[in-house]
C-alpha cells in the first residue's frame, strides 16, 4: 500500500436501513478509504488488499469465515454498538483481528429509552395517543414504585440514576455487586438472587448483555414469580427473554405488561401475536438511536479503530 493512502475501512453501504448515515461519511473519510460491501463484491481482487478494518453499523456487514479468509490486511472490527452477540467473537479472535465495541457512547442514551418505555407503559401513553377521547384508561403510579434493575452496568446504572429522580425505590441485580458509594449514590439496594428482586419490583427492566448464560433468562418460571401488577421492560436483546413465555404471561394476566425495544426476531412478523396485545408496547431498538448517539458512537470507532492500526491500546477492545 503506498505511503500516504489512508487505511481501507469496510463498510455495510452508506444510508439505507443497515447503511452507515450520511452524516458520518465526513468524518469517517478524514480517517479512512471507504470502500462498501458493493465496492468491495465488486472489485474483490483489488479491495481485500486495501480493507484493514470493518466499521459495523447496525451489525451488518456480517461476518463470516468466507468474508474473514478474503480480508490478508484486516486488523480490527469496530462495532457501532454495546451488544456484541451478532458477532462470532471467537472466530475474529482466531483469524488475529482485535474486536472493540462502543460503550461510552451507548450508555444515555438506551437509559432514557428504557424510562421512556417505563414510562410510556405505566402511564398508557400509546394507547392514550390514539384514545384521546378516553377517560378510563388508569395506569400505574411510578412515584413510589419499585424498580428492579437486572444488569447494573453503565447502562444500568444510569437507568438508576434516572428512575432516582422519579422517586423510585431501586433494586438491582448483577454479576458483581457495585461499590457501596456508587449504591448510595443511585439509592440502589442489591439482590443477590435474582427472584427476589423479580418478587419485590413493579417494574423488571432488563438490561443484560446476550450471552449463553442469559439467553431466555426470564422464562415461565421467572415471570410467574413477578407481581401480576408488575410490568417487564427489556432494552436489553430479544432472546434474553423467552418471548413465547412472555406472550403467555401478557395473555393471562400473570404480568400486567410489557414494553420492549427489543425481540426475536427483529422486526416481529406483522401477524406476531405479541403486536396484537394491548398490554404491550414494542419499539424497533431505538435503544441508542438519536443524533448526538449515533455520533458519539462513530467517534467512539474511529478512536478504536486508529489506535489498532497503530499498535496502540485500543480502549474499548473487547
Ligand atoms: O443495541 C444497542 C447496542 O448494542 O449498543
Not at 403467555?248 to 414494553?259: E, N
Request: glycine residues 8%.
Amino acid at each position: 500500500m503506498g505511503g500516504g493512502e489512508l487505511p481501507g475501512l469496510l463498510v455495510n453501504e452508506i444510508g439505507g436501513i443497515h447503511g452507515i448515515l450520511h452524516g458520518h461519511v465526513a468524518l469517517l473519510k478524514k480517517h479512512f478509504y471507504l470502500i462498501t460491501m458493493k465496492e468491495f463484491l465488486e472489485n474483490r481482487k483489488h479491495m481485500s488488499k486495501k480493507v484493514q478494518a470493518i466499521y459495523l453499523w447496525w451489525h451488518k456487514p456480517i461476518i463470516d469465515r468466507e468474508l474473514l479468509q478474503s480480508l490478508p490486511n484486516l486488523k480490527v472490527i469496530a462495532n457501532s454498538g454495546v451488544g456484541m452477540d451478532h458477532l462470532d467473537l471467537k472466530l475474529v479472535a482466531s483469524f488475529g483481528v482485535k474486536m472493540a465495541n462502543a460503550p461510552y457512547a451507548v450508555s444515555s442514551s438506551t437509559a432514557d429509552t428504557g424510562m421512556a418505555l417505563l414510562l410510556a407503559s405505566a402511564r398508557r401513553l400509546v394507547e392514550g395517543n390514539i384514545s384521546i377521547l378516553l377517560s378510563d384508561l388508569l395506569g400505574v403510579e411510578v412515584t413510589g414504585a419499585t424498580l428492579g434493575i437486572i444488569g447494573m452496568g453503565s447502562i444500568g446504572y444510569k437507568i438508576a440514576l434516572r428512575a432516582k429522580a422519579f422517586e423510585m425505590n431501586i433494586l438491582y441485580h448483577n454479576r458483581t455487586r457495585r461499590k457501596e458509594q456508587e449504591e448510595q449514590a443511585v439509592g440502589a439496594t442489591y439482590c443477590e438472587k435474582i427472584d427476589s428482586l423479580l418478587q419485590q419490583a413493579d417494574f423488571v427492566m432488563v438490561v443484560v448483555s446476550l450471552t449463553p448464560q442469559t439467553h431466555k433468562l426470564i422464562g415461565k418460571r421467572e415471570m410467574e414469580l413477578m407481581k401480576p401488577t408488575a410490568t417487564l421492560i427489556n432494552i436489553s436483546r430479544g432472546a434474553v427473554v423467552d418471548q413465547e413465555a412472555l406472550v403467555t404471561a401478557l395473555q393471562t394476566g400473570v404480568i400486567r405488561a410489557a414494553a420492549l425495544d427489543v425481540t426475536y426476531p427483529e422486526p416481529l412478523p406483522r401477524d406476531h401475536t405479541l403486536l396484537k396485545l394491548k398490554n404491550v408496547i414494542i419499539t424497533p431498538h431505538l435503544g441508542i438511536k438519536t443524533d448526538k448517539t449515533t455520533y458519539m458512537i462513530t467517534e467512539e470507532a474511529v478512536e478504536n479503530i486508529l489506535a489498532a492500526l497503530n499498535g496502540l491500546p485500543i480502549p474499548s477492545e473487547l
